[in-house]
């Protein structure tokens, strides 16, 4: 999440829903991650992911879900719930899909043109039967099982609604207006969110290249850090292709719809508010 006492807001990342786009352009008026982070144990390989406590399973610091939050930094949650908050959600069965899609390349490294439909499937078949333990639980989810947490785990917190404004993955253009009227009284301009695209699910074009970039992850990201966000469109143009329509069947499949049913129902509830407009609690 971005906390910012300065601008008082507060935008919640939630995994599979445009949040490294927002993330991008709100990211340096965050002032809380790094208080939030420091003195902690990294995970050796997974950026973002820390231990809140010697000996404590790891979590993705970019995805906190609000329970985390109190139970770990419960000065933090109150300054959210002080500041104006902001979220974005997606379609639940089309996150469903997305998540399979980014674990299979994250945790597996797969891309999913490379996979035959039945591997697809068969990936699917095997994620969700997880998925039904953990979820039942009602625990957090694992760090790796981190882009399947209920949406509404970071919007609500024991049934209260904590985050305020909230928008659908098809309301970026209103997302963007609201943030740039909140930041207009300071004479900052926001750049637009729905002509950015950080973190679209694509695959590399070249495997061999994309062998050695995944070899060397930690060299990769400080030298696209360092480059113009012009010159790091172009790259990912030239790098990368859209994931098209290898797994968007698979959002209408009877297995995904009850599994959303059955597990994301408050999800599918909030994600029907923000179509009339967006939610704001």
Same mark, same amino acid.
């Given at each position: ?5 300065? %601008?008082?807001?507060?935008? &919640?990342? &939630? ?22 982070? *420091? ?89 969700? @039967? ?36 909230? %928008? ?15 930041? @207009?009284?300071?004479?900052?301009? &926001? ?29 990769? *990201? ?7 966000? @012009? ?32 597990? %994301? ?17």
């Amino acid at each position: 999440m971005i906390v910012s006492d300065t %601008y008082r807001f507060a935008f &919640i990342h &939630i995994p599979k829903c445009a949040g490294t786009t927002v993330r991008a352009a709100l990211e340096q008026f965050d002032e809380r991650q790094e208080v939030m982070t *420091r003195g902690l144990d990294a995970h050796p390989t997974r950026p973002f992911t820390y231990a809140p406590a010697p000996g404590a399973p790891f979590a993705d610091f970019h995805h906190l879900t609000l329970a985390q939050v109190q139970r770990w930094f419960p000065a933090e949650l109150a300054r959210v719930e002080a500041s104006r908050s902001f979220a974005v959600i997606r379609d639940p069965h089309e996150r469903l899909i997305s998540a399979l899609s980014q674990r299979l390349k994250q945790f597996h490294g797969l891309a999913v043109e490379d996979l035959p439909p039945a591997r697809i499937a068969d990936a699917l078949e095997e994620a969700l @039967a997880h998925l039904d333990d953990l979820l039942a639980s009602g625990n957090d989810l694992p760090f790796d099982f981190v882009h399947f947490q209920p949406q509404a785990d970071y919007i609500a917190l024991d049934g209260r609604r904590i985050v305020r404004e909230v %928008y659908g993955m098809n309301q970026m253009v209103q997302f963007h207006a609201a943030m740039a009227a909140h930041f @207009a009284p300071h004479g900052i301009a &926001i750049a637009p969110f729905h002509l950015m695209r950080e973190n679209t699910s694509k695959t590399h074009r070249f495997k061999m290249l994309h062998k050695v970039m995944t070899a060397s992850e930690g060299a990769t *990201r400080a030298a696209k850090a360092m480059l113009p966000a @012009a010159v790091k469109r172009r790259l990912r143009g030239a790098l990368y292709r859209e994931r098209g329509d290898a797994l968007r069947d698979l959002v209408q499949s009877p297995r995904v719809r009850a599994f959303v049913a059955r597990h %994301y129902a408050h999800d599918l509830q909030l994600w029907a508010q923000t179509q009339k407009g967006p939610a704001n609690g």
